[in-house]
T-cell receptor
Framework: DIVMTQSPDSLAVSLGERATINCKSSQSVLYGSNKKNYLAWYQQKPGQPPKLLIFWASTRQSGVPDRFSGSGSGTDFTLTISSLQAEDVAVYYC?????????FGQGTQLEIK | QVHLQESGPGLLKPSETLSLTCTVSGDSLSRSTYFWAWIRQSPGKGLEWIASIYYRGNTYYNPSLKSRVTISIDTPKNQFSLTLSSVTAADTAVYYCARCDYGDSYYFDYWGQGALITVSS
């Protein structure tokens, strides 16, 4: 299985500031023939299921605010929230879908400083 | 709007069999463009994909659970189900049903609210 490792485990950022969450895969999730990275990001708030934010490493899901962006390729990826809002407090997960079984990172708890 | 809703027993004893059903509204399980999946979340193991099924009955399982898991689909009822045999305390988790694209887009765009399953004697 591909192991997904996120850093940091928790993060406190001031309102309006940038938040950056990292995700590293144990092997590349870049498919050579189509140049796509098989990587998604989710947001989970307490008592709710995960919500899809980004897929193909950098494509925002419909309705997701543009302050959320994804970047990276191969084995190293980043989720950036450009200007943190109070409603962004949540746990964030990355997920690879390059191989079966699809696997998730352990999560990063994002809080307000 | 697609809506998924899990239903299940809540509490099980060790060695029993867990049965969960996901009822889907706003979409047809017979559409050829999606897989339907079960994912669980526990404090110890985080998010773990369990299994997926296509409307034609093609099934895909996590090797770590394959010997104990069966996923099935009932397209007339627009439901799909999961059974997990010989449960232990390690199977205590919130179980989600979810949808993902057919093909190689194996990310999950719609999720149910989750069903908390506790295994305890």
């Amino acid at each position: 299985d591909i192991v997904m490792t996120q850093s940091p485990d928790s993060l406190a950022v001031s309102l309006g500031e940038r938040a950056t969450i990292n995700c590293k895969s144990s092997q590349s999730v870049l498919y050579g023939s189509n140049k796509k990275n098989y990587l998604a990001w989710y947001q989970q708030k307490p008592g709710q299921p995960p919500k899809l934010l980004i897929f193909w490493a950098s494509t925002r899901q419909s309705g997701v605010p543009d302050r959320f962006s994804g970047s990276g390729s191969g084995t190293d990826f980043t989720l950036t929230i450009s200007s943190l809002q109070a409603e962004d407090v949540a746990v964030y997960y990355c997920q690879q879908y390059y191989t079966t079984p699809p696997t998730f990172g352990q999560g990063t708890q994002l809080e307000i400083k | 709007q697609v809506h998924l809703q899990e239903s299940g027993p809540g509490l099980l004893k060790p060695s029993e069999t867990l049965s969960l059903t996901c009822t889907v509204s706003g979409d047809s399980l017979s559409r050829s463009t999606y897989f339907w999946a079960w994912i669980r979340q526990s404090p110890g193991k985080g998010l773990e994909w369990i299994a997926s099924i296509y409307y034609r009955g093609n099934t895909y399982y996590n090797p770590s659970l394959k010997s104990r898991v069966t996923i099935s689909i009932d397209t007339p009822k627009n439901q799909f189900s999961l059974t997990l045999s010989s449960v232990t305390a390690a199977d205590t988790a919130v179980y989600y049903c979810a949808r993902c694209d057919y093909g190689d887009s194996y990310y999950f765009d719609y999720w149910g609210q989750g069903a908390l399953i506790t295994v305890s004697s």
